[in-house]
């Protein structure tokens, strides 16, 4: 089953085999959907053809019909006026049909993604914290056993450095992060793990493993943990770059926001009392393509 993930910054699709649960072909590629959101409120011409143009290399690894593949969008969508016209826009140009998917949905599908590769790693699923950080927003689950909280913030990264700019970003950050420090203050006890399943986490993650954006490895990210010291660290090292270093080691499209997002990942962990992170790539596009795999198996049974 395919699930296929336009977020923020990035289109991400990957293939799963239902049986065994892992990943069989992936695809990723940054997009910047959001670019100019928050000064139009519009997906930017620029944006869709750049959006089309990674829908259409994806297509030639991924066979699609409508049987196999399930396309979401998420904040960049979901805050557009011209959400109808941009979806209708790459459908005609890729034959690949959008749904923009609230932020409850987006935090449940993050959930099944991230358990599953919980439980394939030996790890407890049942007590966590996970914060999914992206371009646009940034989704938190609370689960402690059967109890499950989502919440979901207008905090993201793309937006945050088209708000404040680099030169205001501590302010801006600080700033936009009262909202969510508000609801950590409702959490009163201590979780098994706070997990970070984004673009940030993973990206950081693989920079401390001496491995570059192209020779990027999931499964050599999927239970790194990632202390504040550490991370403090490599953005101390990225700041220092220069940008096309910078980009050897966070992809095209990344470099100029890989700083904000360090920061912003810093200070939500600092919110809610946590020194380390436990990195799971896993993320929407696998939780969209594992329920696709379970509504198969339920209808077969």
């Given at each position: 089953?395919?699930?296929?993930?336009?977020?923020?910054?990035?289109?991400?699709?990957?293939k799963i085999d239902c049986k065994t649960k892992?990943?069989?072909?992936?695809?990723?590629?940054?997009?910047?959907?959001?670019?100019?959101?928050?000064?139009?409120?519009?997906?930017?011409?620029?944006?869709?053809?750049?959006?089309?143009?990674?829908?259409?290399?994806?297509?030639?690894?991924?066979?699609?019909?409508?049987?196999?593949?399930?396309?979401?969008?998420?904040?960049?969508?979901?805050?557009?006026?011209?959400?109808?016209?941009?979806?209708?826009?790459?459908?005609?140009?890729?034959?690949?049909?959008?749904?923009?998917?609230?932020?409850?949905?987006?935090?449940?599908?993050?959930?099944?993604?991230?358990?599953?590769?919980?439980?394939?790693?030996?790890?407890?699923?049942?007590?966590?914290?996970?914060?999914?950080?992206?371009?646009?927003?940034?989704?938190?689950?609370?689960?402690?056993?059967?109890?499950?909280?989502?919440?979901?913030?207008?905090?993201?990264?793309?937006?945050?450095?088209?708000?404040?700019?680099?030169?205001?970003?501590?302010?801006?950050?600080?700033?936009?992060?009262?909202?969510?420090?508000?609801?950590?203050?409702?959490?009163?006890?201590?979780?098994?793990?706070?997990?970070?399943?984004?673009?940030?986490?993973?990206?950081?993650?693989?920079?401390?493993?001496?491995?570059?954006?192209?020779?990027?490895?999931?499964?050599?990210?999927?239970?790194?943990?990632?202390?504040?010291?550490?991370?403090?660290?490599a953005l101390e090292r990225l700041i220092l770059?220069?940008?096309?270093?910078?980009?050897?080691?966070?992809?095209?499209?990344?470099?100029?926001?890989?700083?904000?997002?360090?920061?912003?990942?810093?200070?939500?962990?600092?919110?809610?009392?946590?020194?380390?992170?436990?990195?799971?790539?896993?993320?929407?596009?696998?939780?969209?393509?594992?329920?696709?795999?379970?509504?198969?198996?339920?209808?077969?049974?």
């Amino acid at each position: 089953m395919l699930g296929c993930d336009l977020g923020s910054n990035t289109l991400r699709v990957v293939k799963i085999d239902c049986k065994t649960k892992e990943r069989v072909k992936e695809f990723e590629k940054i997009v910047k959907t959001a670019e100019g959101i928050a000064s139009t409120q519009n997906i930017s011409q620029n944006a869709l053809n750049r959006i089309v143009e990674a829908i259409l290399e994806a297509k030639t690894s991924f066979k699609c019909d409508r049987r196999n593949y399930k396309a979401v969008t998420t904040a960049a969508l979901r805050l557009a006026k011209n959400s109808s016209f941009a979806l209708e826009f790459i459908y005609k140009k890729t034959g690949v049909l959008f749904e923009i998917i609230d932020s409850s949905k987006e935090a449940e599908y993050t959930r099944i993604a991230v358990e599953n590769r919980l439980e394939k790693l030996g790890l407890n699923s049942k007590s966590f914290i996970l914060l999914d950080l992206g371009g646009g927003s940034c989704e938190v689950v609370v689960k402690n056993e059967s109890e499950i909280i989502r919440k979901s913030f207008d905090v993201g990264i793309v937006t945050i450095v088209e708000k404040y700019a680099l030169e205001n970003l501590d302010f801006g950050i600080k700033k936009e992060c009262e909202k969510i420090a508000l609801f950590a203050k409702t959490i009163e006890k201590k979780f098994d793990y706070f997990i970070g399943s984004s673009g940030t986490p993973t990206t950081i993650a693989s920079f401390l493993n001496q491995i570059d954006y192209d020779h990027y490895d999931y499964r050599k990210v999927n239970g790194f943990l990632l202390d504040k010291t550490k991370m403090n660290e490599a953005l101390e090292r990225l700041i220092l770059m220069q940008k096309q270093e910078r980009i050897k080691w966070v992809g095209v499209g990344r470099d100029d926001l890989i700083i904000a997002g360090v920061k912003l990942l810093l200070e939500i962990i600092s919110i809610f009392g946590y020194e380390t992170l436990l990195v799971i790539d896993d993320g929407l596009r696998e939780g969209v393509a594992l329920s696709l795999c379970n509504k198969q198996n339920f209808n077969t049974n």
